[in-house]
């Protein structure tokens, strides 16, 4: 079956600019989570949607929001942007069972000018 | 967040057995024992997982000490793609459990020589 499938892999903007990706989850998979990933802090949760409702959030400011769609679709936004939010930007999606693992995409690369 | 321990990095010979160590001296009774793997230029990948008892799957073995305070995931023989950073990771499956929230540590990288 598909993958994860993030958009668009690579992207380049400017400070103050906005960002939004995008992340479609493996067909049936309830549960999208979104983390960040830099050379620096490594891996970082940064929230989790199940059936449209945010579930889980990590520590960012309020720059960084998401949003999941009736058909478990979600979008990722980050407003204002500053350098250090240049990253790569990885979708997870589950079943949202208990237990249940983690399918990764191959992530979006976001520079920060 | 239950915390783990794991070593910078490791090296192994192509085809030969990889012991992977995990401390996690301070997990709770309501965590399972995860691993991902993360390849050059990829997301990461489930490996494996364990409550108490040890697991096998196609990829890897996980044994999990009596004590839970620490765990060994085996890769039974290394190949050149095994190459990777190797994750363990506590995940809390108690109250509100299903959640996608995991807390990612630095890793063990690991190198296969030829």
């Known amino acids: 079956k598909a993958g994860v499938t993030q958009t668009p892999r690579y992207l380049i903007k400017t400070r103050g600019q906005q960002v939004t990706l995008s992340c479609s989850p493996i067909?049936?998979?309830?549960?999208v989570s979104w983390y960040q990933q830099t050379p620096g802090q490594g891996l970082q949760f940064l929230f989790e949607?199940?059936?449209?409702?945010?579930?889980n959030k990590g520590n960012f400011p309020g720059r960084f929001s998401g949003r999941q769609f009736s058909n478990s679709r979600s979008e990722m936004n980050v407003s204002t942007l500053e350098l250090g939010d240049s990253a790569l930007y990885l979708c997870?999606?589950?079943?949202?069972?208990?237990?249940?693992?983690?399918?990764f995409g191959e992530g979006s690369r976001l520079t920060v000018l | 967040d239950a915390k783990t321990t794991q070593p910078n990095s490791m090296e192994s010979n192509e085809e030969e057995p990889v012991h992977l160590p995990c401390n996690h001296s301070?997990?709770?009774?309501?965590?399972?024992i995860h691993w991902y793997r993360q390849l050059p230029s990829q997301g990461p990948e489930y490996v494996i997982h364990?409550?108490?008892s040890n697991v096998n799957n196609r990829m890897a073995s996980l044994a999990i000490a009596e004590d839970r305070k620490s765990s060994t995931l085996i890769l039974h023989r290394a190949t050149l793609r095994d190459a990777a950073v190797y994750y363990c990771?506590?995940?809390?499956?108690?109250?509100?459990?299903?959640?996608?929230?995991?807390?990612f540590g630095k890793g063990i990288t690991l190198s296969v020589r030829p």
């Open positions: 997870a999606s589950s079943l949202g069972v208990t237990g249940g693992e983690l399918f």
């Open positions: 067909s049936g998979h309830r549960s």
């Open positions: 949607y199940f059936s449209e409702t945010q579930r």
């Open positions: 301070t997990i709770s009774g309501t965590d399972y």
């Open positions: 364990g409550l108490t």
């Open positions: 990771i506590l995940r809390d499956v108690g109250v509100g459990g299903a959640n996608s929230k995991l807390t």
